[in-house]
C-alpha cells in the first residue's frame, strides 16, 4: 500500500459579501453584546445613566464660559449652552463608538481565542448602546430647547441622517484601531491623544466661520466639520453645511467603513494568535 499524501486543512475563500452575511446570521449575538454593555457600563455607579447627561452639560457649560463669555466667539445668534451642546451631542456620538470599538477585541479576549464567531460582531456591538446614549442626551437638549425659548426647525427631519455620518466615520476608524490594538497595544495610548486634537479641530466649541478665511479650504478636509455643522442645523436651524461637504463628509464616512472591513478582515485570522 502506498502512503496516502497529507491531508491539508485551510480556510476557504472568504469575501467581504460572504462574512457580511454571516454576521448578519449571528445578529442575534450582536444584540446580547449590546445588551450587555448597556447592562455593565453603568452598574455599581451612584448616578448610572445620568452621566450620559452630566458629561455634555458639564463640557457645555466649561465651552460656555471659556469661549462665549472670555473669548466672546460667535454662536451664529443662538444661546452659546445649546449651541455647544448640540455638537457634544454629536462629537460623543462619534467617540464614543470609537473608542469602545477600538478596544472591543482586546477587552474580549477570552472569547476571541477560544470561541468561534464573526469577529465584526464585536465592534458593531458598541453602535446600539452609543445610540442610546445620544438618544438621552436628547432628550436632556430637548429641555434645554425649553428653557431657552428655542423651537427646533423643519431640519429636525435630516437628524437620521447626521446620526448615520457620526456612527460610519467612527466604526471604519474603530475597525482599523481595533485590528491595529490587537498587534500593537500603542494604539490604545495614542488614540485618546489623536481623539482629543480631533475634538479642537472640529467646530465643537466654535462656528465653523470663526476659521480664518485663508485655512478654510484645509480645515474642511476634517470631515467631521460637515456633519457637526449639519448636527448644529438640524437641532438649532443655524447655517446649513454646504452641499459640496456634506457629499465630501459621506464620502469619506463611506470610504472609512470600507477600509476598515478592509483592515479588520486581512488582520482577522492573527486575532487568536496574538491577542
Known amino acids: 500500500m502506498t ?22 446570521q449571528a445578529r442575534d449575538l450582536l444584540y446580547t453584546f449590546a445588551d450587555r454593555d448597556l447592562r455593565l ?13 452630566l458629561q455634555p452639560l458639564i463640557a457645555a457649560g466649561i465651552f460656555t464660559f471659556v469661549f462665549s463669555k472670555v473669548a466672546h466667539l460667535s454662536s451664529e445668534g443662538k444661546p452659546y449652552m445649546l449651541f455647544s451642546f448640540a455638537a457634544l451631542s454629536g462629537w460623543n456620538l462619534f467617540s464614543g463608538i470609537l473608542t469602545r470599538a477600538s478596544g472591543c477585541l482586546v477587552g474580549n479576549a477570552n472569547l476571541v481565542s477560544r470561541v468561534f464567531f464573526p469577529r465584526l ?61 490587537v498587534r500593537y497595544r500603542d494604539v490604545q495610548f495614542v488614540l485618546p491623544v489623536a481623539t482629543q486634537l480631533l475634538l479642537y479641530a472640529s467646530p465643537v466649541a466654535y462656528a465653523a466661520a470663526s476659521v ?25 436651524g443655524t447655517e446649513a453645511p454646504s452641499p459640496g461637504s456634506v457629499a465630501y463628509s ?17 488582520m482577522e485570522r492573527g486575532f487568536a494568535d496574538v491577542i
Open 121 to 181: 460582531i464585536l465592534p458593531l456591538s458598541v453602535i446600539p448602546a452609543a445610540f442610546v446614549d445620544f438618544a438621552v442626551s436628547l432628550g436632556m437638549f430637548a429641555v434645554l430647547l425649553v428653557v431657552y425659548g428655542v423651537a427646533p426647525t423643519f431640519a429636525l427631519v435630516t437628524l437620521p441622517f447626521w446620526m448615520a455620518l457620526f456612527a460610519a466615520g467612527a466604526l471604519g476608524a474603530g475597525l482599523v484601531a481595533a485590528s491595529l490594538t
Open 250 to 266: 459621506a464620502g469619506v464616512a463611506a470610504l472609512a467603513v470600507f477600509a476598515g472591513i478592509v483592515v479588520f478582515r486581512r
Open 3 to 24: 502512503a496516502s499524501a497529507p491531508l491539508r486543512i485551510a480556510p476557504g475563500h472568504r469575501n467581504i459579501a460572504r462574512e457580511l452575511a454571516e454576521t448578519w
Open 212 to 236: 480664518p478665511v485663508q485655512w478654510r479650504a484645509l480645515y474642511y478636509l476634517n470631515p467631521l466639520v460637515a456633519a457637526i455643522e449639519g448636527l448644529r442645523w438640524s437641532l438649532l
Open 41 to 53: 457600563r453603568y452598574r455599581q455607579t451612584a448616578l448610572g445613566i445620568v452621566w450620559v447627561v
